[in-house]
């Protein structure tokens, strides 16, 4: 009977990092420079990953795909974060909410699943160079690829539709700057349990499957390295491996703490860092990173700079 008394949520208003008008002006600019970064960087390494035909091998393929996913993970919410820290009022609709997290799941599943593609190529490649063409043809990376996008979505759908019957009548104050499962179930009138228990449930299956995948992978690699005689053999095999891992460790930490965590111990400002690290630094790190700590890139966008300054 309350529950009727109480009028219906049809839309949330974001609350952000901050209610003070000159501190939101300087987060619009760090996360506009952030963003532009997070395209800039990514779409160059697909522009040379694609120009470079050195660079058409598995584990380039996979990167291409990881930096289209950055793209996309980021940019289902920082432009509607910018637009926020301008506006006055800062409303989104609940479909438009539920929207925005499935988005944002599909996006940051599919990134997880690719890390775990990543990390299975750098063993093939590690463990058995001589086959290692053969191990990760054309045809085992479109399937690798298409896996990663298939679970995610499931992922994503399945969090979605249990979200959509969630109902909402008390706050509609999000103390947040986007979408996201944990923010959402702590404004249901409803009982949020079977919620809980599905998002914590596909967290583990979905992250620990990737986990697990990618510690498997890394437990072989290390152990093929430390079988190469020469130190300088050693530095070279690692140096393939040590951007992957700064990049999971990156992603993966935050983000299963993130959703993994007890409501009980929940915090807005612990919250917020860990959303600002998984959803909004991480794609641009990745880009920074690979760009950085790959020589092959670098050498191939020198190539393509060149070729630029020769047309001009």
């Known amino acids: ?38 395209l800039g960087g990514n779409i160059v390494i697909m522009m040379v990953i694609r120009a470079d035909s050195h660079l058409h091998t598995p584990m380039y393929f996979f990167l291409f795909h990881l930096s289209f996913v950055d793209i996309c993970y980021s940019s289902v919410t920082v432009p509607n974060a910018l637009m926020n820290f301008l506006a006055e009022q800062k409303i989104i609709s609940v479909n438009g909410c539920i929207a925005q997290m499935f988005f944002f799941i599909l996006s940051a599943g599919a990134e997880s699943s690719i890390l775990s593609a990543m990390a299975y190529d750098r063993y093939a490649a590690i463990s058995d160079p001589l086959c290692y063409m053969e191990k990760m043809s054309k045809g085992i990376c479109v399937l690798l690829e298409s896996g990663a996008w298939t679970t995610a979505f499931f992922y994503a759908l399945l969090n979605t539709v249990f979200s959509l019957k969630l109902h909402f009548c008390g706050s509609n104050q999000i103390h947040h700057f986007s979408c996201e499962i944990p923010p959402l179930l702590q404004l249901a009138c409803t009982e949020t349990l079977t919620n809980q228990v599905v998002l914590l449930t596909s967290v583990l299956i979905f992250g620990s499957s990737s986990f697990l995948l990618m510690l498997i992978s890394y437990i072989y690699i290390i152990s093929t390295i430390l079988r190469i005689r020469s130190a300088e053999g050693r530095r070279k095999a690692f140096s393939t491996c040590s951007s992957h891992l700064i990049v999971v460790c990156l992603l993966c930490v935050t983000g299963f703490l993130q959703y993994t965590k007890p409501s009980s111990v929940s915090s807005v400002v612990l919250d917020e860092i860990f959303s600002i690290q998984y959803s909004v630094l991480t794609p641009m790190l990745n880009s920074i990173i690979y760009s950085l700590k790959n020589k092959e890139v670098k050498t191939a966008l020198r190539k393509m700079l060149g070729k630029l300054k020769f047309l001009k």
């Not at 309350?2 to 501190?23: C, R, Y």
């Not at 300087?26 to 996360?31: A, I, N, Q, S």
Request: hydrophobic residues 60%; glycine residues 2%; aromatic residues 16%.
């Open 1 to 38: 009977m309350a529950m009727k008394n109480q009028t219906t949520v049809t839309e949330f208003i974001f609350l952000g990092l901050s209610s003070d008008p000159q501190m939101q002006i300087f987060l619009f600019l760090v996360f506009l420079v952030i963003y532009l970064i997070t």
